[in-house]
């Protein structure tokens, strides 16, 4: 009996030389639509769907593929004499091979469509096809990607054109990737009917749906995981793009690992600001006039910021972040909001770094930049946009919406009231403490994140760590700072006053904190006596 293919692909790359082979060795072409007019004036011959299933195309091309003659041709088990002698009955005829791939629904449900426009470019036919062929991977060879064509074809040469004989390595592994792409397929389907976890698309859909389905497509395979014999690869969201799925390499060797994790943090802190300043509680204090103060900067080291600040020119900022911990910022990764300057990069370069990631670099920073070949820019055009965080558990996932309220209040609990300024810096380094490991203190002085202390299994050894950095730093004469830090920022309230005397010992003069402690009035008590500003935000911000 004849071979017979059936081919139906939206990407046509690489179909024509399979087709090409398959009609030379003697196989049937069926096929419909627009892979047959593709097939057909190509020169090759084609068999329409149609012709096969005596039933025409209908619905707007809905129906198809969707019929006994198709599937019984598909699922048949060759060796089962019940199911051949069926086929045989229905004048079914066996089908041995299938190309099919699907709708360009993840790029469609990204295009800004209308509902009705999106939903026509989910894959019925298409799933159901693969699907079948894949469970029958036995007797039917099944492909979904131009990249396996050469394989497949070499195989088909060994086995003498007899799908039975191909090793089954090749058909399961064949298989496997069909369930794959169909997964995914309809993961992105589920999101776009339902909505992201934990942003519902109407009052009735679950907050957080029975299963949780993400559509990830890999992007990369990496060197190595977080250590040298550990596996790696990035794979990116297929129905959305986030910060990642807008980054451009333009420079340097190949990212890590831990270059990602910590691009990734970096990109946030340095984004972190912009987005922070429109959601301010009414009852923040008016700040003196700063408009020029936009550009954020950050230096972070093994997925901590260690030095932050904001100022009016690139390279204003990253001197002063670079400033704020000259030692930990060798090897690290810096984050800007704004375009990298050639006159900053100038000042970059003296120091060892192993990523820069910016919105865009100037081409004087680039030609700068050039003379540190390894060094590895990335040009990031989309700001975070994620509103949910997944962290792995042996045997599960964790999710959560992500950590974007700073305040949920601006409440002032002490006799003394923070400055305009004083309130302004305490904006910044919640910013920044949102993006420090937990129990996280930040001493801010103008803008400058001068004391940065996390990950301590007590808050006040990361309150002593984060204040005494910032003595160190603040009392260097070029650095250009008129006394010690006046602003301390914690990500958690106090549970003694411990915190607060010791700040005052330091001469930390407004305190901004979440409250909530049984012990709060203490705290209160404790920065009265010392004339410190307390304020309560109402928002804790844990990051473990």
């Known amino acids: 009996m004849k071979k017979r293919a059936l081919i139906s692909v939206f990407y046509k790359d690489g179909v024509l030389d399979l087709a090409r082979y398959l ?47 198709i599937h019984g041709g598909l699922l048949a088990i060759r060796k089962n004499k019940d199911h051949m002698q069926t086929i045989a009955n229905l004048d ?49 060879l099944v492909l979904t990607e131009a990249a396996d064509y050469p394989e497949v074809i070499e195989q088909l040469d060994l086995a003498a054109q007899d799908v039975s004989a191909i090793p089954m390595d090749l058909k399961r592994r064949l298989a496997g990737k069909v369930f794959n792409l169909t997964g995914a397929y309809d993961s992105a389907v589920a999101r776009f009917m339902l909505g992201e976890a934990s942003v519902p698309v109407s009052e009735k859909s679950p907050v957080w749906p029975a299963y949780l389905t993400i559509p990830l497509s890999r992007s990369q395979s990496l060197r190595y995981g977080e250590n040298g014999h550990q596996q790696a690869a990035l794979y990116l969201t297929a129905d959305s793009r986030g910060a990642f799925g807008g980054m451009k390499q333009i420079q340097g060797k ?37 408009a020029s103060e936009t550009v954020c900067c950050v230096a972070l080291k093994h997925n901590s910021p260690c030095g932050a600040a904001l100022s009016a020119t690139v390279l204003d900022a990253y001197k002063k972040t670079f400033m704020a911990d000259p030692v930990s910022i060798f090897g690290g990764i810096i984050g800007c909001n ?6 900053a990069a100038e000042e970059m370069v003296k120091t060892f770094l192993e990523v820069i990631v910016a919105p865009d670099f100037e081409p004087g920073a680039i030609e700068v930049f050039s003379a540190k070949k390894n060094l590895r820019l990335i040009k990031a055009s989309i700001k975070p946009n994620n509103v949910t965080e997944l962290i792995s558990v042996d045997g599960g996932v964790l999710v959560q919406s992500r950590d974007n309220d700073l305040f949920s209040q601006w409440n002032v609990v002490t006799n003394k009231k923070p400055t305009a300024e004083e309130a302004a810096d305490m904006a910044f380094g ?4 949102l993006y420090v490991k937990s129990n996280a203190i930040v ?7 001068v004391g940065i202390a996390g990950g301590q299994v007590n808050r006040i050894w990361a309150t002593e760590q984060a204040l005494e950095r910032a003595k160190t730093i603040t009392s260097i004469p070029e650095n250009g700072f008129d006394g010690h830090a006046t602003v301390m920022v914690s990500d958690a309230f106090f549970p003694f006053s411990d915190c607060v005397e010791m700040a005052n010992k330091y001469g930390i003069r407004a305190i901004v904190q979440p409250g909530g402690s049984m012990r709060d009035q203490e705290s209160i008590d404790a920065a009265n006596q010392a004339d410190i500003a307390m304020v309560f935000t109402g928002t804790r911000h844990f990051k473990h």
């Open 443 to 449: 001493a801010v002085k103008n803008k400058v994140a």
């Open 430 to 433: 919640m910013t920044i403490a």
């Open 23 to 69: 009609v030379d060795k003697g196989w049937e072409i069926l096929s419909t639509g627009g892979t047959k007019t593709h097939l057909s004036e190509a020169g090759l011959p084609v068999t329409d769907v149609t012709t096969v299933t005596g039933f025409p195309e209908c619905l707007d091309g809905r129906v198809k593929t969707l019929h006994p003659k």
């Open 338 to 343: 704004k375009p990298i300057t050639r006159e």
């Open 254 to 290: 190949e990212l890590s690992y831990n270059n990602m994790r910590d691009l990734d943090i970096a990109w946030k802190v340095a984004c972190a600001w912009d987005n922070v300043r429109a959601k301010l509680p009414e009852t923040f204090p008016a700040s003196p006039e700063r």
């Open 92 to 140: 079914v005829q066996t089908i041995d091979l299938v190309c099919v791939n699907l709708y360009p629904f993840f790029e469609k449900v990204q295009a800004g469509l209308t509902f009705n426009e999106t939903v026509e470019f989910i894959d019925i036919g298409g799933p159901t096809m693969l699907r079948s062929a894949a469970k029958n991977h036995a007797d039917v």
